[in-house]
């Protein structure tokens, strides 16, 4: 019992950490809302994920002095005090300064709250604990729209969305530092940023970085492909064709939430490499793919065979060097900059070969990076 009083709200904090996918339903509000161009609607998500990149290892240096449980406490303030700006006013100054604030508590909370983890669970339940932690953030994603569209027909605008992440999120905050969680105390001589930069000339840990930009690329790309092949292989309408989109979380889901029961009981390089190899057999079809039911089915199953790869890599890379975690966990955490450089990749490859086929064959190449990352012996074994 007392084990489990310290773990849920560690869990709940990962349903925090799904907020930033709110950005998907809320760039189509915020064009609407302020008559914004495609160009200027496509910089939206960027202020969100571009923090992965900028602020990701400085966040890891932060918290060797503040340590976990602190950080994961100052990020929920951040979320917080960002979803709080377009109540008190909206218009699209505020509500850019809501995404980017939105954005920095995300990467703050991802780089603290997956090594407080370690502190609560030990061991090789560790990477099950972490794909639990995934399927909280999976279904934190998928309610986001729900939580938006209630907040527009019941509430009136759908502006209250954020005021109800914030009061989640003070909630997640208030359980959270009431429950008393035993760490290492914060590292009197801090890593510098050149120093953690430097972690990467070790092979091991530049392939898991590797990994961990390679897979949330696949993640986000097949999640941005999937109403587009809707529409180009078969004929459908923009709101027909964006239930590919909630096929591939609820199927996401799933599969996260039955990798953290198989997990607990099998080998994280058995799995990795089976699903993986899986994958890319299920993503070379989709390019011949051309019935609605067979592409759906692609889609659900791609992010059935990826829901776990995240937390496997990530859960390896903790344990290459264990005195070095937060300065790791700042180094993958930074790798989810993938998420929006591999679909700028798809976009330039589909116009030079005029078809999704160009960004089918960046997914197919990417996953062909993990295929081997799993079959390296010392970057898949497991956690």
Request: charged fraction near 10%.
């Amino acid at each position: 019992m007392k084990r489990l009083s310290v773990l849920l709200p560690v869990l709940f904090g990962f349903f925090i950490m799904g907020f930033c996918d709110v950005v998907g339903i809320s760039t189509s509000y915020v064009q609407t809302d302020f008559c914004l161009s495609e160009t200027v609607s496509g910089l939206i998500p960027s202020m969100v994920f571009l923090w992965f990149l900028l602020l990701s290892v400085p966040s890891a240096m932060a918290m060797n002095r503040i340590g976990r449980k602190n950080m994961v406490l100052l990020s929920n303030i951040v979320t917080v005090a960002g979803m709080m700006l377009p109540l008190i006013h909206y218009n699209f100054t505020t509500c850019m300064t809501a995404f980017l604030m939105l954005g920095i508590g995300n990467t703050m909370l991802q780089v603290s709250l997956n090594p407080l983890m370690t502190n609560v669970v030990k061991g090789n339940a560790l990477t099950s604990y972490l794909t639990a932690g995934q399927v909280v953030k999976a279904i934190s994603s998928f309610s986001g729209p729900f939580i938006a569209a209630f907040a527009a027909i019941y509430l009136g605008n759908w502006k209250y969305m954020f005021p109800i992440f914030a009061v989640i999120t003070l909630l997640s905050t208030v359980w959270l530092y009431f429950t008393p969680i035993r760490e290492e105390a914060p590292e009197r001589n801090v890593s510098t940023i050149g120093g953690t930069l430097g972690l990467l000339c070790k092979s091991e840990v530049c392939l898991l970085f590797l990994g961990i930009f390679f897979i949330v690329g696949v993640d986000v790309g097949i999640n941005t492909l999937a109403p587009k092949l809707m529409m180009a292989k078969c004929g459908m309408a923009l709101h027909q064709a964006g239930f590919a989109s909630s096929v591939y979380f609820v199927c996401r889901t799933v599969g996260a939430l039955i990798g953290t029961i198989l997990l607990a009981r099998i080998s994280g390089a058995i799995y990795f490499r089976i699903n993986i190899l899986a994958a890319l057999l299920v993503m070379g079809a989709m390019i011949f793919l051309s019935e609605a039911p067979v592409i759906l089915a692609a889609i659900g199953l791609m992010g059935f065979l990826c829901s776990s790869i995240f937390t496997i890599i990530y859960a390896r890379a903790l344990s290459v060097a264990p005195d070095k975690e937060n300065e790791i966990s700042g180094l993958m955490i930074m790798g989810i900059v993938g998420g929006a450089i591999i679909p700028f990749l798809m976009g330039v490859a589909a116009d030079a070969v005029g078809s999704l086929t160009g960004s089918i064959v960046v997914l197919v190449l990417s996953v062909i990076y993990l295929v081997c990352l799993s079959f390296c012996r010392n970057s898949s074994q497991s956690a």
